[in-house]
């Protein structure tokens, strides 16, 4: 194996891009937890599997903030511990991604029961996989500096370590190119599903009179399946590209754009996240607007009445904006 590149350097901007993207990815991802404890009606079986890949990105943002607030030059005991939480969190960050995927595929397209037996092994590959994978890193003193020649700054992979190449593939790179196979065949399937649905739906048409309000609905569901995985890929894909010219030896992985890049990918999928489910899901932003506007009025003494509208329970599926697997197999079981 050839000799490793020398270290990378971090500049200040380059650290402040990265610093202010683990903010907002904390921040987005305590917003995602806050709407699930605040609002019980909001508490659907998807929004569930959101809420711990949430606390997966929280826990993971927090750890790379330190990483690169320190910038090591070295493995320390910090350093080290910085690496296993990294590690174990942006690894259960993949595997509760994909499980989201696949309940939402379970559901919708095979119809199949999902009681509380899958949310257990859920649980256990998606928390455990990842943390026996860590604890035999660190015992096996295989988590230390890595030179930010595969990172920004934090801890991840000993760069000392003769067969660091494995254990960058296990704690973290074989998760992350499998999410990138995964991801977008899942959403696919779940696409077509929903086409055949709507073609279905369309032939009955002229005697439903509810059936044109379900489009905007099902035209917004469309949109996240697509961005779900596409927003998956842009972020994560700069760390792969890194990996890869760090296998080459190319000079390439010093490139500031390409650390930067790096560095907002790992960081904001907490952000990018919260952008979709929360800002962007209408029956989420629609309760979190009238708090905000509730406490607003309070706080200047004015009397306040929440519309109807606001006290009425929202469906379900909406608050993630997928459909409910009970809407779309009566409608595939006419075709």
Not at 35 to 48: G, N, Y
Request: hydrophobic content about 45%; proline content about 6%.
């Amino acid at each position: 194996m050839p000799q490793p590149l020398p270290p990378t350097q971090l500049y200040a901007a380059e650290r402040a891009a990265v610093l202010t993207s683990c903010v907002l990815s904390s921040l987005g991802s305590g917003l995602l937890v806050g709407t699930h404890a605040l609002w019980p009606e909001l508490r659907t079986r998807p929004r569930e599997l959101l809420l711990y890949l949430s606390l997966a990105d929280l826990l993971s943002a927090l750890s790379y903030f330190y990483g690169v607030l320190k910038d090591f030059d070295g493995t320390s005991w910090d350093c080290v511990l910085q690496g296993a939480l990294s590690t174990f969190s942006n690894t259960s960050s993949f595997f509760w991604t994909m499980a989201v995927a696949l309940y939402l595929y379970l559901t919708i397209v095979r119809g199949s029961p999902t009681g509380s037996g899958l949310l257990c092994c859920f649980h256990v590959v998606s928390w455990g996989v990842p943390l026996a994978i860590t604890i035999v890193a660190v015992a096996l003193k295989k988590i230390g500096y890595d030179a930010s020649n595969v990172s920004v700054g934090w801890c991840w992979v000993n760069l000392d370590a003769e067969d660091r190449v494995l254990w960058m593939l296990l704690t973290g790179k074989v998760w992350e190119i499998l999410a990138y196979v995964t991801l977008p065949v899942l959403y696919i399937l779940i696409k077509r599903h929903i086409n055949k649905a709507r073609a279905a739906l369309s032939e009955y048409r002229p005697i439903l009179s509810r059936a044109p309000a379900l489009q905007p609905w099902t035209s917004t569901a469309d949109k996240k399946l697509i961005l779900i995985p596409v927003i998956f890929i842009i972020l994560r894909i700069w760390s792969t590209v890194r990996f890869i010219l760090t296998l080459c030896n190319s000079p390439a992985v010093q490139n500031s754009v390409l650390v930067v890049l790096h560095g907002i990918g790992n960081t904001f999928q907490g952000g990018a996240n919260c952008i979709m489910f929360v800002l962007c899901t209408r029956v989420v932003r629609a309760r979190l607007l009238s708090s905000i506007c509730c406490c607003h009025h309070d706080d200047m003494g004015w009397p306040w009445r929440s519309s109807s509208s606001s006290r009425q329970h929202p469906d379900p599926a909406e608050s993630l904006d997928v459909p409910d697997p009970e809407r779309t197999k009566p409608l595939l079981s006419s075709t």
